[in-house]
């Protein structure tokens, strides 16, 4: 299984909501990452995640907050978001830390009311 | 400063080779560069990496000079699917470990 998924697919949220974007793999890999991506954009790294704990934040906003609650699921808990956070978030996973080689779930798009 | 360069849009015909270059200044001495393809509402997709001279697979080779200022994706014979948004991804050196993915360039293949 060489496939990362992703749920939900698409999310509208106000900005008092509180939600969550689920990412899972199952291919052993030991790195999962979090993306944001605007529109026509290349994806921007926000956090790093080596075996369970997380080892890279891009100085991302408290209203964004990641969980790894073990080596297969990556969280990304919303809330009191913006509507500037509206984007595309991918998941992504890789064997090792900032591998080149990564895979990416086909993402969520979110909208922020 | 840690910078990429590619063309932001590319155009081509069903059955042309397309060659498309990334500018990369500073990378890290002892790493991969990577480009990936990304199709409209999904993730970007892992096409090939090189250390350095010439790679080759099933879907492109990528051309790396003895610099490694550059490189350059070539796609042979391209069909309509062929259009997308094609990243290169490098890690800067300096202590700057982070890949950082290029603009990106649009290619529209025509028939």
């Known amino acids: 299984d060489t496939e990362v998924t992703q749920t939900p697919k698409h999310l509208v949220m106000g900005m008092t909501n509180k939600k969550s974007l689920k990412c899972e793999q199952h291919?052993?890999?030991?790195?999962m990452y979090w993306y944001k991506q605007k529109a026509k954009k290349p994806p921007e790294l926000m956090f790093v995640?080596?075996?369970?704990?997380?080892?890279i934040n891009e100085s991302v906003p408290s209203r964004f907050s990641p969980e790894c609650p073990n080596s297969s699921l990556l969280n990304l808990h919303l809330h009191a978001l913006q509507p500037e956070d509206s984007a595309l978030y991918l998941c992504?996973?890789?064997?090792?830390?900032?591998?080149?080689?990564?895979?990416f779930g086909p993402g969520t798009r979110l909208t922020v009311l | 400063l840690a910078k990429t360069t590619q063309p932001i849009s590319m155009d081509s015909y069903e059955g042309q080779e397309v060659n498309i270059t990334c500018s990369h200044n500073?990378?890290?001495?002892?790493?991969?560069i990577t480009w990936y393809q990304q199709f409209p509402s999904q993730g970007p997709r892992f096409i090939i990496q090189?250390?350095?001279t010439k790679v080759t697979n099933e879907v492109a080779s990528l051309f790396i000079p003895a610099d490694r200022k550059s490189s350059t994706l070539s796609l042979p014979r391209v069909s309509l699917s062929d259009t997308a948004v094609y990243y290169c991804?490098?890690?800067?050196?300096?202590?700057?470990?982070?890949?950082?993915f290029g603009a990106g360039t649009r290619l529209a293949v025509h028939p």
């Open positions: 995640y080596s075996y369970e704990k997380l080892s």
């Open positions: 500073n990378i890290a001495t002892n790493d991969y």
């Open positions: 090189g250390y350095k």
């Open positions: 291919m052993g890999h030991r790195a």
């Open positions: 992504a996973s890789s064997q090792e830390e900032l591998d080149n080689e990564q895979f």
């Open positions: 991804l490098v890690r800067f050196s300096g202590g700057y470990n982070k890949l950082i």
